[in-house]
């Protein structure tokens, strides 16, 4: 507002001077003389000032005039704005949540109330997931030509819509009532447990920003209100951004439920009843609620790849003085399996791994990719094309072997998939690809520096043929195979 008033006050020192020379006064002293008389003409204090002379030019009182009247129509527009049309209609939480809902179901469930006397009616939302990302300018085959001076990788923006809960409307928002926003999550999107919980995706899509560079920027949810204010016969348009990316003091989000708020039913039309500080739970709005994750005493793991060996598993254990479990083998529907994460073989990181070439005995600077599975929608698939499915073992752990496979599984986090296997007791777990290690296999194809392992990956499909199951996969045609020796670090 003060920017407005000082910009306004501009206008008035500018015109009025501009008349002034147009007088064209003999000297500075009559320059300064006719300078004060417009400004106190424009605020309507002229008949203050004492003025001996007429003006010498005919005209210039018409364009004082016409000035002076626009100068007021624009001072009026500005308060009338300011008063009647706040900058933000809503004020939303500042994070919003990440829970269960109560089909233990995972969503984003995000807080905003009116922050207007104004009435606002038929209301609607979208929401958008914005994230840094690049793009493969070169053709898929690498053996075709790139033109000259042509960009290998292009950055962009993703725009990926979002669907909200259709069932929820809100047609009439007054002053301060509280409304909740629910966002269905997918299986994957959330991995972890306890207080080590993670977003993973946001309906699949990624919130990783991606690039070649330290500066990748950051990934935003993206949430649109639109509506009308019947007092000002006007519709209007109101964003929020959420950053989901980054460290966490700055990811806008948390784990938790909210606090209710007790509102009470107003009298009046268009007022709830008494005022907002006093209902309960307001004062709360801000914060949030705990909640104590679902316990199971029974546990599983799914698993897709090195896994189905089921023999090297239980050596893996018993090294480690652990038993396998019961295990069977199972294929779940609407999931597809491929070469999608990797690991920067160019580090030696202490307590894992790297990779030598066999043919030479040097330690090549590529990604090492491995098999990951994601969700597939059907909005995805071609009509009338039958899900996809993965096919796998399911096998009985405790938190021992838990501990165990997440140290294990550096390149991915432990998902719960638990309503994949409906009439199951207990809960299932899945290891998806890591944000970070499907990064490191997207910036590795696109430098065409990703391989692999045939070892890792014959081992696999020996696994599936002992085992007598179905083994899919989708590889990209850049990826090759290289002959490679595992070290232990």
Known sequence: MWV???????????????????????????????????????????????????????????????????????????????????????????????RRNGKGEWELLIRLYNATAAELVDLSFEAFVRTPTLADARPADPSAPTPQHSLKVVPFVSNARITLDTKKDWPISIKHVPYSLPIALEPGDVCGSGSDVLLRRIQGHSITPMGMTGNKGEAFLVVIARGRVPSLGSEFVDTHWFQLSGEAPAREYEFGDFHDVMVQPGSTPRRAGGRSEDWEGWKEFDEARPVNAPKSTRQMIFGYGSLVDVGRLSEFLTEHGLALGDYRYVTITG?????????????????????????????????????????????????????????????????????????????????????????????????????????????????????????YKQAVESAYRTADIVYTVDQDPRLREMDLQRIDT
């Not at 424009?42 to 004082?64: K, M, Q």
């Not at 049309?85 to 919003?96: A, S």
């Not at 070439?357 to 597939?376: K, Q, S």
């Not at 165990?404 to 409906?422: M, V």
Request: charge should be negative; glycine fraction near 6%.
């Open 4 to 98: 407005l008033l000082l910009a306004f006050v501009g206008l008035i020192i500018v015109s009025a001077a501009g008349l002034a020379l147009l007088e064209c006064p003999p000297a500075l002293g009559a320059f300064v003389r006719d300078w004060v008389y417009f400004c106190g003409f424009f605020v309507g204090a002229e008949e203050l000032l004492d003025r001996e002379e007429p003006l010498g030019i005919w005209w210039v009182p018409i364009l004082a005039g016409v000035i002076r009247m626009l100068l007021h129509a624009v001072l009026l527009g500005v308060v009338v704005f300011k008063l009647l049309v706040p900058q933000k209609l809503f004020v939303f939480r500042k994070r919003f949540f990440v």
């Open 335 to 455: 999931w597809r399996r491929s070469w999608s994460v990797a690991m920067d073989n160019r580090e030696i990181v202490p307590d894992y791994k790297y990779y030598i070439d066999r043919a030479t005995g040097t330690h090549p600077d590529v990604y090492v990719a491995f098999l990951n599975i994601e969700r597939v929608r059907k909005t995805d698939m071609p009509a009338g094309a039958p899900p996809p499915e993965v096919a796998g073992v399911l096998f009985d752990i405790d938190e021992s072997v838990l501990a165990i496979l997440d140290r294990r599984e550096r390149n991915y986090c432990r998902c719960d998939i638990t309503d994949q296997f409906p009439g199951i007791e207990g809960r299932v777990w899945v290891y998806l690809g890591s944000s970070e290690a499907e990064e490191r296999y997207r910036v590795g194809l696109m430098e065409r520096s990703v391989v692999i392992d045939s070892a």
